[in-house]
């Protein structure tokens, strides 16, 4: 099925992080979109043609002005969106240098803990990627939640 038949929303995005400035702890950076009043991932629509990687990293700077270094992809992430099929490809990424400038797309950011993040996304479908970032950084966790 070519792109033109196909009625699902190419999307990607990162699931970005640093270590504090002050700690060293992890942190994942959340963005809140006016539009919906809500907290999710920095993503966006692919433009036409656009490497899905490349457009992850470019709604990463857009919407709040890290440049990342790319690390492991993410699991996909499949659901409707205004009643349309919607695919977001995600990646793991790291904030190499921000600088973030409020839109009216996003108007503020947050850095915060795994567990943080996890309480103030809105869609409970972004919360798994939190453990798969996890997992990518530090190797999977034993079952039962023992070190």
Known sequence: MSSAEDPTVQAAGCV?????????????????RPKYDDWSWPKGKLKRAEDALAGALREVAEETGCRAEPGA??????????GRP??????????????????????RVLWLSPEEARARLTQPHDRPLIDALLDALHGPRPAGGAD
């Open 73 to 82: 992809e993410l699991p996909t992430l499949r659901y409707l969106a205004n």
């Open 86 to 107: 919607k695919q977001v490809r995600y990646w793991a990424a790291e904030a190499v240098t921000c600088d973030f400038t409020p839109t009216d797309e996003v108007d």
């Open 16 to 32: 970005l992080w640093r270590r504090s400035p002050g700690s060293g702890d992890l942190e994942l950076c959340l963005v809140h």
